[in-house]
């Protein structure tokens, strides 16, 4: 029998899902590329700079969770569109009577193992069995932080559609969630759920799940642009910056809500993370409305201290007059309405943008040069 880390890995593409690889245009020999390469962060830095730690990383105390039920999710929203973030870029996305279920991970670790690995700062705010029914789920890529086996086939359990990179759908098939339930999508293409489309958004990372990253790029890795007949949602996944979200947001916005990752960043690997600044740079140039972030607050990921990204953001939002809404774990938010930024999280060191910068190579640089899509 498999043992779990193995099973968690999910198997690898074969067969249709194979051949719908070799047809993608981002899919050379034996795996996915970005538009802009991505450099790898030094190895012998990157070490030496894990082993030297961060200061701040994990709350001392616990964090504030809004407690969710049967009923607090049951009825639509009569605005059209409510966001509730769940927690690091898990978030329910409630759009023109679709609810679409984000990057789900209920488990206690980010990891292939139960026993060690990031583990979560609190507990899902709300249980997989009090969510309202999900007319889809939507997956950005393999990472354990954003593809958890367990919550898959919890999910899976009930029923429900999974919208996927192309080659994630093996991960699935192998975990036994049936073919028919899954349907993978190239950069640029489409599924209806409903009368909302969903559209699979380029963006600058890699995948694997392997912890030698033997199946590096094995899989894609995407955003999503959710679009219904009255609203429009961007989801970044994980991603460095680069000029095709100007392309998202020409072709694919304006949006009236952006959730675009802040956390887990650092310059040394500036090209696989926004973080804070450069995050509300992709808001601009996708054409965004309102930012939410997500990737932050749930798992200890990187150096920074934990409440650095959201300080930072506030900075970074004010300045280019982005509007701003950070919910707590399980808070909803509607963007026709929105609410006064409150910090709930602890008044405790962080490092600014000008003590550690964080910006993307290549022609991504715009924020170097002053260049914005205004």
């Given at each position: 029998m498999m043992a779990p880390a193995c099973a968690s890995m999910g198997g690898p593409p074969s067969g249709r899902g194979l051949e719908m690889m070799k047809q993608s245009a981002n899919y050379r020999d034996g795996r996915f590329v970005n538009g802009i390469p991505v450099g790898d962060p030094p190895l012998f830095q990157t070490l030496k700079e894990w082993v030297k730690g961060g200061e701040h990383t994990v709350p001392e105390k616990p964090v504030p969770v809004v407690k969710l039920g049967k009923t607090d999710l049951a009825?639509?929203?009569?605005?059209?569109?409510?966001?509730?973030?769940?927690?690091?870029?898990?978030?329910?996305?409630?759009?023109?009577?679709?609810?679409?279920?984000l990057d789900p991970i209920w488990s206690t670790r980010s990891s292939p193992f139960s026993w060690t690995g990031p583990k979560r700062f609190y507990e899902p705010p709300v249980s997989l069995d009090d969510l309202p029914p999900i007319d889809a789920v939507l997956i950005s890529h393999d990472h354990y932080d954003h593809l958890d086996m367990d919550t898959v086939i919890g999910l899976a359990r009930k029923g429900f559609r999974f919208l996927v990179p192309l080659g994630v759908g093996a991960r699935l098939m192998n975990w036994g969630i049936p073919a028919g339930r899954i349907e993978e999508l190239d950069w640029w293409e489409a599924a209806e759920v409903k009368e909302v489309t969903v559209t699979a958004t380029p963006?600058?990372?890699?995948?694997?799940?392997?912890?030698?990253?033997?199946?590096?790029?094995?899989?894609?890795?995407?955003?999503?642009?959710?679009?219904?007949?009255?609203?429009?949602?961007?989801?970044?996944?994980?991603?460095?910056?680069?000029?095709?979200?100007?392309?998202?947001?020409?072709?694919?916005?304006?949006?009236?809500?952006?959730?675009?990752?802040?956390?887990?960043?650092?310059?040394?690997w500036a090209d696989l993370h926004l973080g804070p600044e450069q995050a509300v740079q992709a808001?601009?140039?996708?054409?965004?409305?309102?930012?939410?972030?997500?990737?932050?607050?749930?798992?200890?990921?990187?150096?920074?201290?934990?409440?650095?990204?959201?300080?930072?953001?506030?900075?970074?939002?004010?300045?280019?007059?982005?509007p701003l809404a950070i919910p707590k774990p399980g808070q909803s938010v509607e963007p026709s309405s929105p609410r006064p930024l409150v910090r709930w999280?602890?008044?405790?060191?962080?490092?600014?943008?000008?003590?550690?910068?964080v910006?993307?190579?290549?022609?991504?640089?715009?924020?170097?040069?002053?260049?914005?899509?205004e």
């Open positions: 009825t639509l929203p009569p605005s059209g569109l409510r966001i509730t973030w769940i927690g690091h870029s898990t978030t329910l996305v409630e759009i023109d009577g679709v609810r679409l279920l963006a600058r990372h890699f995948s694997g799940r392997s912890l030698l990253m033997m199946d590096r790029d094995k899989t894609l890795w995407s955003g999503f642009a959710m679009a219904g007949p009255e609203h429009r949602v961007y989801y970044s996944g994980d991603t460095g910056m680069f000029p095709g979200i100007i392309e998202i947001g020409k072709r694919l916005g304006p949006f009236d809500a952006s959730l675009v990752e802040i956390g887990a960043y650092h310059q040394l808001v601009k140039d996708v054409r965004g409305g309102m930012l939410i972030p997500t990737h932050w607050a749930t798992f200890d990921l990187a150096l920074h201290s934990w409440v650095e990204p959201a300080e930072r953001l506030i900075t970074a939002a004010a300045k280019r007059n982005i999280w602890p008044e405790i060191p962080w490092q600014t943008a000008e003590e550690h910068p910006v993307s190579s290549g022609p991504a640089t715009r924020l170097r040069q002053g260049i914005s899509n």
